[in-house]
């Protein structure tokens, strides 16, 4: 191999999750065996140095935005938590006020998403971002449906009796 072609190393944190380095360079093949030598140095800096840094503490750092605030949140949310009497209306926790939402069954955003009782649920953390991220849902007769994949997936205990069961 002649030619130092950059390429990007991804190496797999996680299922689903790699961190990139770049540039690296193949500088040998073995096609017998289906592998490749790459040189994962730039400089003075090897891909272990630059794996060890981007581990160590991130800076902090901030910036201000200007974002929309829905002024009549507070009041729809007491509406809510007193129609449901501070309880989620899929697991029935209650009495942590701090761990309930009022969730809109239309979306604020949409036409039909007026912030009024007949449109909302009261629901834990767990249940309104599941809510919102359609892992269950609830049906015109009242029964809360998990979404199969949801259902048929193994995780760990929460997964277990915090939305399949």
Same mark, same amino acid.
């Given at each position: ?8 190393? %991804?190496?797999?944190?996680?299922? +689903?999750?790699?961190?990139?380095y770049?540039p690296?360079?193949?500088? +040998?093949?073995?096609?017998? &065996?289906?592998?490749? !030598?790459?040189?994962? #140095? #730039? ?5 272990? #140095? ?21 002024? &009549? ?7 809510? %938590?007193?129609?449901?009497?501070t ?8 009495? &942590? ?8 069954? !239309?979306?604020?955003? #949409?036409? +039909?998403g ?6 909302? !649920?009261?629901?834990?953390? %767990? ?7 359609d ?23 929460m %997964?277990?009796? +915090?939305?399949?069961?």
């Amino acid at each position: 191999m002649s030619e130092r072609l950059p390429l990007i190393f %991804l190496d797999a944190e996680e299922k +689903g999750l790699y961190r990139p380095y770049f540039p690296v360079f193949v500088i +040998g093949d073995d096609p017998e &065996h289906r592998s490749f !030598l790459v040189d994962a #140095t #730039t400089g003075d800096r090897d891909l272990q #140095t630059r794996a060890a840094e981007s581990l160590s503490q991130l800076e902090r750092r901030y910036r201000e935005a200007l974002t929309p605030v829905r002024i &009549h949140q507070r009041r729809f949310r007491s509406r809510v %938590l007193s129609a449901y009497d501070t309880t989620c209306a899929v697991c029935r926790l209650q009495r &942590h006020r701090v761990l309930i939402d009022a969730a809109h069954i !239309l979306p604020d955003s #949409t036409p +039909g998403g007026i912030p009024s009782v007949p449109n909302a !649920l009261a629901l834990c953390k %767990l249940h309104h971002a599941a809510f919102d991220a359609d892992l269950i849902g609830i049906s015109p007769d009242l029964r809360v449906e998990v979404r199969r994949d949801v259902r048929e997936e193994a995780d760990g205990p929460m %997964l277990l009796h +915090g939305l399949q069961n």
